[in-house]
């Protein structure tokens, strides 16, 4: 079941609590062009503030909640965002 366009709700929640407004440049510190790269930064991030952040019954769940997270899809969407921004200030429109 698709949720706003994402593939879950899971994707969706994570992508706008965790990643909007934010690049593959943001999250890599340099270009990726790689979304099987970045996917794995993402899930990385994402692992890692609930390491920091939860403890207990309320860290499980959400690690569980990250397990349905499309990784990829988020990584791509990052992708082609910056890609369209490039093309963008390149044609002068930003």
């Known amino acids: ?3 706003n366009g994402w593939k879950n709700y899971a994707t ?7 990643f909007d407004g934010m690049t593959a440049r943001d999250i890599s510190g340099s270009y990726v062009n790689s979304p099987f790269e ?5 899930r990385e991030q994402a692992e890692e503030l609930i390491e920091q952040q939860s403890s207990g019954t309320a860290h499980d769940y959400a690690l569980a909640f990250l397990s349905d997270v499309d990784w990829l899809e988020i990584a791509d969407h990052l992708i082609s965002a910056e890609s369209d921004r490039e093309i963008e200030e390149d044609a002068g429109t930003v």
Do not use: A
């Open 1 to 3: 079941m698709s949720y």
């Open 12 to 18: 969706w929640r994570v992508n706008l609590e965790l």
């Open 38 to 42: 970045l996917r794995d930064m993402l």
